[in-house]
């Protein structure tokens, strides 16, 4: 990524640059002279408007961490007081991370737009976090361009608890895994605990199969070929309470799994499930990146 402006230190704003150069002057409308030239800008408006953007310092967060990132975004415009316009799906805001210092490598991404996709899906836990921001450059008589950015990297979380659920009502009859909605919506979740509150019933094997105590006979017969104990297996019936696996999540659901411990078969229970993670964000009709 890269910074396609430049910061204008009197007015404190960064921004863009530009896109005229010396070989546009030898054609329309550039040809009449100074008399033709109308500001210092030329080409930021068309189709589509050019953009600026800048790109932030890499953030070190201290620790791989999964976060929800926040951002409010500072736009002004060059020489007025005038409010900035932002055109459909701007700002757009890259969210990067890695576990390598300088980012390099192994790097996840997401972008957003304002319109078209402004919520955020997390992408993973990581140490390192960068940032882009780009709006359009504004008009060829008034460009904007950015004054700050406030940006927070936050991990306090949100939970809640599925009470007495049956997993039987969410049984479409094909599937072991048993998909239940939220009432939180996530942009990562965590942790998931399941707590079964009804016993289940499950088969249970003792006895021996014989083991070393077959031996072959010293002759060949086809009756008595095998000599010794064969041992003996006996099943019952126990009552036990199921295994449970998390097996995935979206923003407003999770999948579980429940067993039953001995054979493995598939099973319904009612249970208690304690969901974790972090709430959503989204960029907002303002242009910041905000909890929703």
């Known amino acids: 990524m890269a910074r396609t402006g430049f910061f204008d230190v009197n007015q404190q704003i960064y921004l863009p640059k530009d896109t005229l150069t010396w070989d546009d002057l030898a054609s329309s409308p550039y040809t009449g002279g100074w008399d033709s030239w109308t500001g210092w800008y030329q080409e930021l408006s068309g189709n589509p408007d050019t953009e600026v953007e800048f790109t932030t310092d890499i953030i070190d967060f201290g620790a791989s961490a999964t976060v929800l990132p926040l ?39 997401t972008t957003l737009t304002k319109d078209t996709d402004p919520a955020y899906s997390s992408i993973g836990k990581f140490r390192y976090y960068r940032f882009t921001f780009t709006i359009n450059s504004g008009t060829n008589t008034t460009p904007q361009g950015f004054t700050g950015f406030n940006i927070n990297l936050d991990t306090s979380g949100i939970e809640e608890v599925i009470e007495n659920f049956d997993t039987s009502t969410v049984d479409d009859g094909s599937s072991v895994d048993r998909t ?12 998931v605990g399941i ?4 016993t ?27 000599v010794g104990d064969a041992g003996s297996i006996t099943t019952s019936n126990i009552t036990t309470v199921p295994l449970s696996q998390f097996v995935s999540s979206t923003t407003n659901s999770i999948t579980v799994r429940l067993f039953k411990p001995n054979t493995g078969t598939e099973i319904d229970a009612t249970v208690d499930i304690l969901v974790k993670g972090l709430g959503g964000s989204a960029i907002d009709a ?3 990146l905000v909890k929703t």
Do not use: C, H, W
Request: glycine residues 10%; without cysteine; proline residues 4%.
């Open 200 to 226: 289940i019933t499950d088969t249970n094997a003792t006895g021996s199969s014989g083991g070393g105590s077959l031996y072959v006979a010293n002759a060949y017969v086809a009756t008595g070929y095998f």
């Open 180 to 191: 239940i909605s939220t009432r939180n919506t996530y942009s990562a979740i965590n942790f």
């Open 71 to 109: 951002a409010t975004v500072f736009v002004a415009r060059d020489g007025t007081d005038a409010t900035p316009f932002l055109d459909t799906d701007y700002p757009k805001i890259q969210i990067e991370g890695s576990d390598v210092a300088d980012m390099s490598s192994g790097v996840s991404s």
């Open 286 to 288: 303002e242009g910041n």
């Open 195 to 198: 707590t079964p509150l009804t």
